[in-house]
């Protein structure tokens, strides 16, 4: 089973707006990170957050971690219409191999 | 760099054929990744490599085989293609430090799988 869930799965905002999604995951983890997709192409990774810290910023994308409610969030800030895409979050299982995927938000900014 | 190279871009099978889906990198990264992804359920893992000769199951493996020869490939074969394997494919490629360990992976463009 999927380890990482988001929410929401679809998200519609305006062109300077803030866009914040979350993802949630079930058992302890080494590190969480986020990607992007835009339609029809490969993922891009946007941040790594490991499982000891708590914030994370990388130009306009900030992450959160807090590992003792099991859950993420990405926020975006000033989006813009570029940012259109679906972004996933994924995890990594303590002393695990394998990183896990959720199923995504879509997020739309109109311009 | 050229990165993480699939091919082909796009296939269509009939039920029961059997393919290869090639997956090459040229960033000398020792584990390598297969993923499936449908609409509506995210990317799921099929199969993954820690180096060289080494290859695990992930979510989803039935139905496909991998092997590991060499650092930069990692080919992904359909024995005996069926419908419910029609879906878009993604390799993916990191470093790998120690166990436990994961950092970026980057991503191929995809191949479409059609199967008939």
């Known amino acids: 089973s999927q380890q990482g869930e988001e929410d929401p799965q679809a998200l519609s905002i305006q062109e300077g707006e803030n866009a914040t999604m979350n993802c949630s995951y079930k058992?302890?983890?080494?590190?969480l990170q986020w990607y992007r997709q835009n339609s029809g192409r490969g993922l891009v990774h946007l941040i790594l957050?490991?499982?000891?810290?708590r914030e994370k910023h990388s130009g306009r994308l900030r992450v959160t971690l807090d590992t003792s409610k099991k859950s993420s969030s990405l926020l975006i800030t000033a989006s813009r219409a570029a940012d259109t895409a679906s972004y996933f979050c994924?995890?990594?299982?303590?002393?695990?191999?394998?990183?896990?995927f959720g199923k995504g938000t879509k997020l739309t900014v109109n311009p | 760099n050229a990165g993480v190279t699939q091919t082909p871009k796009f296939q269509v099978l009939k039920t029961g054929q059997s393919m290869t889906l090639q997956c090459a990198q040229d960033?000398?990264?020792?584990?390598m990744s297969w993923y499936r992804q449908d609409p509506g359920m995210g990317l799921r893992l099929i199969h993954y490599?820690?180096?060289?000769?080494?290859?695990d199951q992930g979510e989803v493996p039935n139905g496909y085989n991998v092997s590991r020869s060499t650092t930069e490939d990692f080919p992904l074969r359909l024995l005996s293609a069926a419908p419910s394997q029609t879906s878009v494919y993604f390799c993916?490629?990191?470093?790998?430090?120690?166990?436990?360990?994961?950092?970026?992976?980057?991503f191929g463009p995809g191949t479409r799988l059609l199967v008939l």
């Open positions: 993916a490629s990191s470093y790998y430090r120690q166990p436990g360990e994961k950092e970026t992976q980057y």
């Open positions: 058992t302890s983890i080494n590190n």
């Open positions: 957050i490991r499982s000891n810290e």
């Open positions: 994924a995890t990594l299982g303590s002393g695990s191999e394998k990183l896990v």
């Open positions: 960033m000398n990264h020792e584990y």
């Open positions: 490599s820690v180096g060289a000769g080494i290859t």
